[in-house]
């Protein structure tokens, strides 16, 4: 019986194969290990987040997050870029950029170092003390947190799944597992919690990139994987700006405490969110390797995300009606008035979808009129949305700015493909 089911099983997926021209067991094995590594991620940071919100006073929390803000927003120093040219060339088989990649994108978070100094000296004398005190401890750890990282990115071009969700997952447990730790021992020491994360975030990437170096079989170089890594970064800087903005105003305008339940709003969608986007990570490497139109590709995969959409809306749906007790049972009764900010959250995870595979497609085809509009001309959009709803409506702004904002940038990449496909038609 199980051997029949078994048989019945690879039949439909060697006739899906063949029907859709689309490598399914290559797709069903990389997605199995992307959501291995995706579900031990949510599990963490949920826990995380929930060992926060019981144990730290709201000041804490809101403020570990502003500091979290700060720190994404001046990685943009690292050239963050340099992760998807490095992926997209070893998925060509050049491996010979990796390294070097590594080496830049260190020797460019050494700008870093004074930067933090500049702020935290800056919030330590003008505004939170304890803020700036963490910022000018982070400026000693900042060049060696993200330059590392290009591990994942690395193996990922080279279609390493298996590995990419093993060395990323023990990631994850070893710095929440340190978090909850350090919790459980003094959840009142902000500076003690920010340390702990900094230690055990610069530790396991040097640790997991030094693995990687193993897993290298040729020095080949793309000459273009450089230039391309600087102009993914152009995208980023307004980008990672705009992606933390509504924290950075919120913490600014309204305090840490307001932070704090903004923060466990956005648990659920996030994670809800986290989750969909990597449902397209492996089929990056293919589609930069093959001359694909966008037609083509939703044509192949319109069996795979049709059901994917419906799991989504249907767990949308469950979660709507369950929210409060969900909050009340995790988060306790000081964080019950983050359940409607969360409730409404949940109307962006609908646009995630189409979002997440226009991006991935238009990054991965090099589709520079798309990536500018939305990467270079959304996050303007996003920072103006943010700015005045926040200002006009508080945390309610900071809600339905990022609905708003989800759906212009869907729309705007969108438009940037179709216009570039049909220039190349005509």
């Known amino acids: 019986m199980v051997r029949k089911m078994f048989e ?56 570990y997050n ?48 004074p930067a933090l100094l500049a702020v935290g000296a800056y919030y330590y004398y003008y505004s939170i003390e304890i803020v700036g005190v963490c910022l000018m401890i982070s400026s000693i750890f900042f060049p060696f947190i993200y330059a590392p990282n290009i591990w994942d990115s690395f193996l990922a071009g080279k ?18 597992a340190a978090i909850i730790g350090i919790l ?70 309204l305090g840490a405490s307001e932070l704090a339940v903004y923060a466990i709003a956005l648990v659920a969608p996030t994670s809800i969110m986290n989750l969909l986007k990597v449902a397209f990570s492996p089929i990056a490497p293919k589609i930069s390797q093959q001359g694909t139109r966008i037609v083509e590709v939703l044509a192949k995969l319109r069996g795979l995300v049709l059901p994917l959409a419906i799991m989504v809306l249907g ?60 990467l270079h001309v959304h996050p303007f959009l996003k920072i103006l949305i943010m700015f005045s709803f926040i200002y006009m409506w508080g945390l309610w702004g900071a809600v339905w700015g990022l609905n708003l904002s989800m759906v212009i940038q869907a729309l705007l990449i969108g438009v940037g493909i179709g216009s570039e496909e049909r220039s190349r038609e005509s």
Not at 68 to 81: E, F, K, N, R, T
Not at 350 to 369: E, M
């Open 66 to 113: 502003y500091l979290l803000a700060i720190l994404a927003i001046v990685s943009i120093l690292s050239i963050p870029g340099l992760k998807n040219a490095v992926l997209f060339s070893t998925a060509k088989g050049n491996e010979g950029n990796y390294k070097v990649a590594v080496k830049t994108s260190f020797l460019w978070s050494l700008l870093g170092v």
């Open 315 to 374: 767990s949308s749906i469950l979660y709507w009606f369950f929210i409060d007790d969900i909050m009340l049972l995790f988060f306790g009764t000081k964080y019950m008035e983050a359940g409607v900010y969360s409730k409404v959250l949940l109307l962006m995870i609908l646009a995630v979808i189409p979002n997440s595979f226009l991006g991935t497609f238009a990054i991965a085809k090099k589709k520079t009129r798309s990536i500018v509009l939305g």
């Open 8 to 63: 019945l099983g690879k039949s439909k997926v060697n006739e899906y194969t063949n029907k859709y021209q689309i490598d399914l067991p290559y797709l069903i094995r990389s997605e199995f290990w992307v959501y291995l590594r995706s579900g031990i991620s949510l599990i963490t940071g949920v826990a995380v987040s929930v060992i926060f919100a019981r144990l730290a006073p709201r000041e804490i929390y809101g403020q």
């Open 184 to 253: 459980l021992l003094d959840a009142d020491n902000l500076v003690l919690i920010f340390i702990t994360y900094l230690i055990m975030s610069f530790s396991v990437a040097i640790s997991l990139y030094w693995k990687s170096l193993r897993y290298i079989e040729n020095r080949k170089k793309d000459e273009e994987c450089q230039k391309y890594g600087y102009f993914l970064t152009t995208t980023n800087v307004v980008g990672t700006f705009a992606k933390h903005i509504d924290k950075i105003l919120i913490g600014t305008l």
């Open 159 to 176: 279609k390493r799944f298996d590995l990419t969700a093993r060395y990323g997952s023990i990631q994850i447990i070893i710095n929440a």
